[in-house]
């Protein structure tokens, strides 16, 4: 499988935006497409995730409320909504699958996508 994030830019603080995860390949089974993100000098941490199959999401605390994430069987695509964005968002965003049982765990994906950026400004 490989990962392709898109939709990363530039956006004004309060404001929203959708990135990508194009998967080429099958994601087969109940495996989760998660998102995690990275900033300079921090671990990457896990943002939101969802089960292909069940639909089940997960999110962080930090965007719980103010994210969405979707997916579209036909496309192979999975999208993560963000709104009302805060400059604490500014970072690079990787999608990932696998089968791990812990979606919050980076040790839970197989593959991973290169990122894309994301900054927020105030």
């Known amino acids: 499988v490989q990962l392709q994030a898109s939709g990363g830019g530039l956006v004004q603080a309060g404001g929203s935006l959708r990135l990508s995860c194009a998967a080429s390949?099958?994601?087969?089974?109940?495996?989760?497409v998660g998102w995690f993100r990275q900033s300079p000098g921090n671990e990457r941490e896990f943002v939101a995730a969802?089960?292909?199959?069940?639909?089940?999401?997960f999110y962080a605390d930090s965007v719980q409320g103010r994210s969405t994430i979707s997916v579209d069987n036909a496309k192979n695509t999975v999208y993560l909504q963000m709104f009302n964005v805060k400059p604490e968002d500014t970072a690079v965003y990787y999608c990932?699958?696998?089968?791990?049982?812990?979606?919050?765990?980076?040790?839970?994906?197989?593959?991973w996508g290169r990122g894309t950026q994301v900054t927020v400004s105030s």
């Open positions: 990932a699958a696998g089968s791990g049982e812990m979606v919050v765990h980076r040790e839970s994906y197989m593959y």
């Open positions: 390949g099958r994601i087969v089974g109940d495996q989760a």
């Open positions: 969802i089960r292909w199959m069940s639909r089940s999401p």
